[in-house]
T-cell receptor, first 108, second 116 residues
Framework: DAKTTQPPSMDCAEGRAANLPCNHSTISGNEYVYWYRQIHSQGPQYIIHGLKNNETNEMASLIITEDRKSSTLILPHATLRDTAVYYCIVNQGGKLIFGQGTELSVKP | EAEVAQSPRYKITEKSQAVAFWCDPISGHATLYWYRQILGQGPELLVQFQDESVVDDSQLPKDRFSAERLKGVDSTLKIQPAELGDSAMYLC??????????????FGPGTRLTVL
């Protein structure tokens, strides 16, 4: 099973870009990388996903390395409401295997 | 914006009692998932439905847990009897099809279960 490795916690100043790294060195060629976040006591929220190319939507950008062994989620202008646990997940045949995620704290 | 609905939001029960959780997925979503999330950990998949059929229930403790989606729309997860270790958040999610690229899962708000 493709697993992901994320730092347990990160801090970011409000208004600055938050760059959340993820390692997925055992990812297979047809497996997508998904990012979700979970604000305290709420259900996980979908952010973005990608296969090979970099992706951008209204919430974030996803940068995937050329060898696909790692990726970075970028929140361009972090706000206090972005404080949450961020999960990087390799989608395996339709299953999302959640790890521990990165707890991002955005500070004033 | 369409959302996944779950009820109840909170449930307190005593051990050995039966509990049931309900989920209504986003309209038109064929795939429905039940997850359990213990405090401090990521969600863990319990069961996955494609329409009314179970696709994966390998992590469902079948001696006490059951799940059904009789008409391929809403779903019920039951625990009987509840044990202290079942205290957790129970999350329901849905997607248009079997998740791969472009079939992201949308989660409901969850049911927080406390077993005393």
């Amino acid at each position: 099973d493709a697993k992901t490795t994320q730092p347990p916690s990160m801090d970011c100043a409000e208004g600055r870009a938050a760059n959340l790294p993820c390692n997925h060195s055992t990812i297979s060629g047809n497996e997508y990388v998904y990012w979700y976040r979970q604000i305290h006591s709420q259900g996980p929220q979908y952010i973005i996903h990608g296969l090979k190319n970099n992706e951008t939507n209204e919430m974030a950008s996803l940068i995937i390395t050329e060898d696909r062994k790692s990726s970075t989620l970028i929140l361009p202008h972090a706000t206090l409401r972005d404080t949450a646990v961020y999960y990087c997940i390799v989608n395996q045949g339709g299953k999302l295997i959640f790890g521990q995620g990165t707890e991002l704290s955005v500070k004033p | 914006e369409a959302e996944v609905a779950q009820s109840p939001r909170y449930k307190i029960t005593e051990k050995s009692q039966a509990v049931a959780f309900w989920c209504d997925p986003i309209s038109g979503h064929a795939t429905l998932y039940w997850y359990r999330q213990i405090l401090g950990q990521g969600p863990e998949l319990l069961v996955q439905f494609q329409d009314e059929s179970v696709v994966d229930d390998s992590q469902l403790p079948k001696d006490r847990f059951s799940a059904e989606r009789l008409k391929g729309v809403d779903s019920t997860l039951k625990i009987q009897p509840a044990e202290l270790g079942d205290s957790a958040m129970y999350l329901c999610a849905s997607s248009r099809g079997l998740a791969g690229g472009g079939n992201e899962q949308f989660f409901g708000p969850g049911t927080r279960l406390t077993v005393l």
